[in-house]
DNA sequence: CTCTTGTGCTACGTTTTTCGTAGCTATCGC
DNA sequence: GCGATAGCTACGAAAAACGTAGCACAAGAG
C-alpha cells in the first residue's frame, strides 16, 4: 500500500531566500494588477473586479487571500487596500508606469 | 454546423495601455525570476532552469519566447540577455530585492 | 571517423491553475 | 417585507504548468 504522498508544494522558491518568495506571489495572475490598483485607496471586491478585467471571482479571492496572508493587503469595511508595507512597495513600482510607456513607443 | 469559435485569447489587459500589457506580462510564472536572474550577463538556457528551481523547459521556453518578442531578452553565442530596455527595467526591479527582506524580517 | 559532452529545445501525458457563470448569504436603506 | 449591494463559494470546462524523456546539433577529444 503507498504511503500518502508527501504533498508538496509544487509552488515555487525553493529556497525560501525573501525576494524569491515575492517573485513567487507577484507572478502569479492578477497578483501585480490588484497591487497596481489597489495603490490609491481601498476598493470594494467588485470595483476591484471591475477594474481588473473582470478576472474571475474565485482567482481573485484567491489572490486576496494570499496577499493578506502575505500582509500585503488587509480589509476594512471601506474594501480591500494595500497594507502600509505594501504602500511602500506599490511606490517601489510606480516608475514601471513611465519605462511600460517608452517601451511601447520604442516598439510601436 | 456550428462556427470555427472566434478565438479570442484568454490573457488580460483588454485596454492596450502599456502598464497593464506589462504587468500581465509580468504575471506570468517564472517572467518576473527569468528577468531577474538574467540581471547580470548571459545565462544559457539550462544555467537559467538551474537558478529558477528548475522549472520545466516548456514553460522556460514559452516565457522566453514571449520575453524575446517583447523586446526584453535577446539570444547571443553567450546565452539569454536582457536587452538594454530590459537592463533598465531591471535596475527599477532592484528594490525590490531590500524591500523583501525588510518585509521577511517584519513578519517572523 | 567515433565517442562524449553540452547545447537549445520539443513531445506528451499528468496535474494544477484559471476561467466563466450562477448563485448563496449577509447587510443596508426603505 | 423588498430591492440593491456587498463578499464570496461552487463547479464543470479550458488553459497553463508540470516532470520526464529524449531529439538534433555542434564542438572537442581521441
Known amino acids: 500500500m503507498p504511503k500518502p504522498a508527501p504533498r508538496r508544494h509544487t509552488r515555487g522558491s525553493q ?3 525573501p525576494i524569491m518568495v515575492l517573485l513567487d506571489l507577484l507572478g502569479r ?3 501585480l494588477r490588484i497591487l497596481w490598483e489597489l495603490r490609491d ?10 477594474r481588473a478585467d473582470s478576472v474571475s471571482p474565485s482567482v ?3 489572490r486576496l487571500r494570499e496577499l493578506r496572508d502575505a500582509g500585503l493587503v488587509e480589509m476594512s469595511n471601506e474594501g480591500y487596500s494595500p497594507t502600509r508595507d505594501a504602500a511602500e512597495l506599490g511606490e517601489l513600482l510606480l516608475p514601471l508606469d513611465g519605462w511600460a510607456k517608452r517601451w511601447a513607443q520604442r516598439r510601436r
Not at 41 to 50: Q, S, V
Request: no cysteine.
Open 41 to 50: 485607496g481601498p476598493l470594494t471586491f467588485r470595483a476591484l473586479r471591475d
Open 15 to 17: 529556497s525560501g531566500r
Open 60 to 62: 481573485l479571492n484567491t
Open 29 to 31: 495572475r492578477w497578483a
